[in-house]
């Protein structure tokens, strides 16, 4: 007897990305009736064809339907799979970093916001999380949005950080629960916020363009927007935020000179630098 592949079609969103036609949903390969169930329920939330597993390789669905990765869902997880690799939510370095803060060292990052206890963070570039995730250990009871334009990643990073566990690290998991993920476009989403709203905006366009030395991130490529910052995304950032906007990027970058940014904070030695946008210091 021949297998059957069943496929549902969703309704075309209209302001759909190119990512909703590259990716479809399916299974894991040992599944039952409730992997299934989750699976639908998953297609239907991300608006993307569920493909029925019928012992197929990945390799053999994402060549058949020519998609340029797939999410698969198992016993309480959910993986995005594609030619060469996979990756699922996982709070990364950023766990080492809560750990160091905990025995007094310092980061960059939160210096460069000059992040205070209770200080509410807009993460408009969110990614995996990582430095949203410090920023809600560091502010501890303040309040962080972190705003990703991929409806697949948020969807990803906002069950992962949902249902993550680490019995031994409470204050990883509190962190986790206390950031609000949304799927938006940062430009739409801050125009849309009132004056001086959030005390700091952020930005990390760096996670848009995978390094070549790291080929795990190309995970990330057909879900990651690639776009460039611009610079009217800066002024609505700057009008929104109460103390400060501040963008990550390679040291040296020409980014910070093209976005007008005013004031530079990194270590000598350090890849990485943060320009930082002052309140009533930013002229384009």
Do not use: W
């Amino acid at each position: 007897m021949s297998q059957v592949t069943i496929i549902v079609i969703r309704k075309a969103r209209p302001e759909g990305r190119t990512e909703m036609n590259k990716i479809a949903v399916t299974t894991a390969l040992r599944n039952d009736d409730k992997s299934v169930q989750r699976a639908l329920k998953i297609s239907s939330d991300l608006n993307l064809p569920f493909i029925l597993r019928n012992g197929r390789s990945l390799d053999e669905i994402r060549r058949e339907g020519c998609y340029q990765g797939l999410l698969v869902t198992g016993n309480n997880t959910l993986v995005f799979s594609y030619q060469g690799g996979e990756f699922f939510y996982h709070p990364g370095l950023s766990k080492l970093r809560i750990k160091e803060i905990l025995n007094g060292k310092k980061d960059k990052m939160i210096e460069a916001m000059d992040l205070k206890k209770g200080d509410s963070v807009l993460d408009c570039t969110l990614g995996l999380g990582s430095d949203a995730l410090v920023a809600a250990f560091f502010s501890v009871h303040g309040s962080v949005i972190g705003i990703e334009s991929s409806s697949v990643l948020s969807y990803i990073v906002r069950k992962g950080m949902e249902f993550y566990q680490d019995d031994k690290d409470f204050h990883l998991i509190n962190s986790m629960r206390r950031i609000k993920v949304v799927n938006a476009d940062h430009y739409s989403y801050l125009q849309k916020l009132p004056n001086n709203s959030v005390d700091i905006v952020y930005f990390d366009p760096m996670f848009r363009i995978p390094g070549k030395k790291s080929p795990s991130m190309q995970a990330f490529k057909p879900l990651s927007n690639q776009d460039p910052l611009s610079c009217e995304t800066i002024k609505e950032a700057i009008r929104v935020a109460k103390k400060r906007v501040v963008i990550k990027e390679s040291a040296n970058s020409s980014e910070f000179t093209r976005l007008g940014v005013n004031k530079i904070s990194g270590s000598k030695y350090s890849p990485i630098a943060y320009g930082i946008l002052e309140k009533g210091g930013y002229s384009d």
